[in-house]
C-alpha cells in the first residue's frame, strides 16, 4: 500500500511523537491528581506539534512542493503510529504506576479529588483519560496538523501533482 522507502519515517516520527505524548502523561500518573490532567493535554499539543515538524520536514524533503494527497497520507500514517505506540506505552505505565489494578477493591492509585462523573471504577477514570487522550487527544491533534499543513506549506499553490506515497 504505502512505499517502503517512507515506512522507516512514519515510525521514526510516530515513535517521537509518541514520546512527546508521554512525557506529560508520566508526569500526571506520578501526580494521581485530578487537577493535574492538564499534563495529558500538554502531551496532546506535543503531539500536534512533532506531527506538524513532520509534515514541515516531508514536504522540505519534496522541495517544498509535496503533493496534498500525499502529505494528508503522510501525516495521517504517523498520527495513527504515534497513536499505537502511545497507548502501548500508556498501558505498559498503567502497569507500573497502578500495580494492584486486578486486585478486588478501589486501587491505592486511584485519582485523587475526581468528581463524581468520572466514575466509580477502581481508579476513579485515571485509565479512562489515559486511554481517551493517548486516541481521542492525538488523533485529534494529529489530524489538525495533517490538514492544515498540506494547504499552507506548499510552495506552488497553482498545481497539484500526483500523490507519490501511495502506489497507484
Not at 492544515?148 to 499553490?157: C, E, G, N
Request: aromatic share 14%; charged share 10%; hydrophobic share 50%.
Amino acid at each position: 500500500m504505502f512505499k517502503k522507502e517512507y515506512l522507516s519515517s512514519f515510525l521514526k516520527w510516530g515513535i517521537i511523537a509518541a514520546i512527546g505524548f508521554c512525557i506529560p502523561m508520566l508526569i500526571f500518573l506520578t501526580q494521581k491528581d485530578y487537577a493535574a490532567t492538564w499534563w495529558l493535554f500538554v502531551g496532546n499539543g506535543l503531539f500536534l506539534i512533532v506531527i506538524a515538524m513532520y509534515m514541515l520536514s516531508f514536504n522540505k524533503s519534496q522541495n517544498e512542493n509535496a503533493s496534498t494527497q500525499t502529505m494528508l497520507a503522510v501525516g495521517h500514517t504517523a498520527t495513527i503510529v504515534g497513536i499505537i505506540i502511545s497507548c502501548i506505552i500508556a498501558l505498559i505505565l498503567i502497569f507500573v504506576f497502578v500495580p494492584d489494578i486486578f486486585n478486588s477493591g478501589t486501587s491505592e492509585s486511584a485519582l485523587a479529588d475526581a468528581p463524581a462523573q468520572t466514575g466509580t471504577g477502581k481508579t476513579h477514570g485515571l485509565i479512562f483519560f489515559l486511554f481517551m487522550n493517548a486516541t481521542i487527544g492525538n488523533f485529534c491533534g494529529g489530524s489538525f496538523a495533517s490538514i492544515i499543513i498540506p494547504y499552507t506549506a506548499r510552495r506552488d499553490q497553482t498545481k497539484d501533482k500526483k500523490t507519490e506515497v501511495l502506489n497507484n
